[in-house]
């Protein structure tokens, strides 16, 4: 069984950068979709940015022009690189991959936007 391991959160201020990285450990066939989505405290988990097997992108409104979402097929990793954080951003971060069979998610990684 594979299993999805986050990295790269953190404290960081408002106007700040983060890089999330992803990575799956074990093999994961017939990849749909790759995402990250995020839970702040008390609130829904909610989608933040996929990526397709095309390398389609879509984010959500809250993201767009400031964050960025990549990654690499052959390897199953997943990326988000975001810029101009702001306090809002606060939350935990996961990382999903859909395939054909099943879908997979880490277990998140924190990211703090305070000054």
């Known amino acids: 069984q594979a299993h999805l391991v986050e990295s790269g959160g953190g404290l960081v201020q408002p106007g700040g950068s983060l890089r999330l990285s992803c990575a799956a450990s074990g093999s994961i066939n017939r990849v749909q979709v790759r995402a990250w989505y995020r839970q702040a405290p008390g609130k829904q988990r909610e989608f933040v940015a996929l990526?397709?097997?095309?390398?389609?992108?879509n984010y959500t409104d809250t993201v767009k022009g400031r964050f960025t979402i990549s990654g690499d097929n052959a390897k199953n990793t997943v990326y988000l690189q975001m810029n101009s954080l702001k306090p809002e951003d606060t939350a935990v971060y996961y990382c999903?991959?859909?395939?054909?069979?099943?879908?997979?998610w880490g277990q998140g990684t924190q990211v703090t936007v305070s000054s």
């Open positions: 999903h991959i859909q395939t054909i069979y099943q879908n997979y």
């Open positions: 990526i397709g097997s095309a390398s389609n992108t």
